[in-house]
Nanobody, 112 residues
Framework: VQLQASGGGLVQAGGSLRLSCAAS????????IGWYRQAPGKQREYVAF???????DYADSVKGRFTISRDNAKNTVYLQMNSLKPEDTAVYYC???????WGQGTLVTVSS
C-alpha cells in the first residue's frame, strides 16, 4: 500500500488549498483515512478523519474550515482547507489507519 499526498503550496491567509491523498495497493472506500500535520518544531497532530462508512471527524482547530472527503472512483481522499491561517502552516500527511500506512507529506505555507 502506498499513499501519495499532494496539493500543498504557498497561500495567503484567508485563502484555500485542496490536498489530495491518492492510494495504490488498497481501496480508500473500505479504509479509514486520516490527515495529520506537523508544524516546525512541534509534534505531529491530528487534523481530520474519514471512516470507511463515510463518517468524518475534525480537530477543533480546523472545524468549520476544513472538509475531508473521498472520491472512490479515483481512490483518493481530499482535504479542502478554507480560511487558512498562518498557524495552519505545516507538513500535512495522510494516513491509512489499517496497517498504519503514511504518505510522504506535502508542505502548506500560509503567509500573513
Amino acid at each position: 500500500v502506498q499513499l501519495q499526498a499532494s496539493g500543498g503550496g504557498l497561500v495567503q491567509a484567508g485563502g484555500s488549498l485542496r490536498l489530495s491523498c491518492a492510494a495504490s495497493g488498497s481501496t480508500v472506500s473500505i479504509n479509514a483515512i486520516g490527515w495529520y500535520r506537523q508544524a516546525p518544531g512541534k509534534q505531529r497532530e491530528y487534523v481530520a478523519f474519514i471512516g470507511s462508512g463515510g463518517s468524518t471527524d475534525y480537530a477543533d482547530s480546523v472545524k468549520g474550515r476544513f472538509t475531508i472527503s473521498r472520491d472512490n472512483a479515483k481512490n483518493t481522499v481530499y482535504l479542502q482547507m478554507n480560511s487558512l491561517k498562518p498557524e495552519d502552516t505545516a507538513v500535512y500527511y495522510c494516513r491509512m489507519i489499517r496497517g498504519d500506512r503514511w504518505g510522504q507529506g506535502t508542505l502548506v505555507t500560509v503567509s500573513s
